[in-house]
Structures are given as structure tokens and as C-alpha cells.
């Protein structure tokens, strides 16, 4: 299976919101296979994937939400792949995915970094949590 890094991050705090009725059906599908295939093989991308397959925006082989989607997407996907270590199309089991996430992006301010500009975050439940729990530190 082919992900893009950011939908790795994405799969973490997921709740069932998504561009179309048929992403979020994909992204549940995906994240119901990577929960219970623990030996599961995923790729890591930085280009369109199995979940943008589901996205109305994805045409083409891009996204085009807007004029500079495709690119910002990549930007962040490659921010992603830096953090956690790993390289370009790299293969990894799904049982590895979620810890290695919560290892190396599993602070407020690391994960602000990449995303601090995402307009899906004030409904992403690992964002909004380790928010809530920077702040309490912060008090």
C-alpha cells in the first residue's frame, strides 16, 4: 500500500470528516487495515497515493485543490519523511507507523511545525490534544 507521510499523520487524529463521502470511506478503510495488519507493508510518498485515489481534488495524478496544493502537500510530505527518519518510498510495517509518529512528532511544538498551517487542525484529534497538553505544561 502506497501513503502519503502526511496521511500517515492525518490517520492519527482522523475523525471521519474528509472532501468527499468517498475519502472518508478510504480513509477509514486505512486506517482499519493498518490497525489490524500489524505486519502490513506501506510505502511512504510524497505523491499521490491510495487515499488521494478517493479525493475529488486529485485529478491527473495532482492535487488541485488550489493553485499551489500539489506543491505545498509535497513540501510537507517531504517535512514528514525527514522527521521521522525515513527515506523517499521507503517501506515500512504498519505496526511501526503510529509509534514512530507519536516518537518523533509527538510534541506540540514538533508538530505545530508541520501542521501549524493545516486547516483540518481544529479537528484533528492528535493536534488537538497534544495542544491541550502543551498548554497545560505551559500554565
Not at 507493508?41 to 486529485?58: F, L, M, N, R, W
Request: charged letters at 30%; glycine letters at 8%.
Amino acid at each position: 500500500m502506497r501513503i502519503r507521510a502526511h496521511h500517515l499523520l492525518c490517520l492519527l487524529g482522523f475523525q471521519g470528516l474528509g472532501y468527499s463521502p468517498e475519502f472518508v470511506r478510504r480513509m477509514e478503510e486505512i486506517r482499519t487495515a493498518l490497525e489490524k495488519g500489524p505486519l502490513f507493508p506501506i510505502k511512504v510518498v510524497e505523491d499521490g497515493d491510495d487515499i488521494c485515489s478517493a479525493c475529488p481534488y486529485y485529478q491527473a495524478g495532482k492535487c488541485r485543490k488550489g493553485k499551489f496544493s500539489a506543491k505545498r502537500t509535497e513540501a510537507i510530505d517531504r517535512k514528514i519523511i525527514k522527521a521521522l527518519g525515513l527515506k523517499k518510498n521507503q517501506v515500512i510495517k504498519s505496526s511501526r507507523v503510529f509509534p514512530l509518529i507519536r516518537g518523533k512528532l509527538g510534541t506540540f511544538p514538533e508538530l505545530v511545525n508541520i501542521c501549524g498551517q493545516c486547516g483540518w487542525r481544529e479537528v484533528c484529534t492528535y493536534y488537538l490534544d497534544l495542544r491541550a497538553a502543551w498548554r497545560s505544561k505551559s500554565i
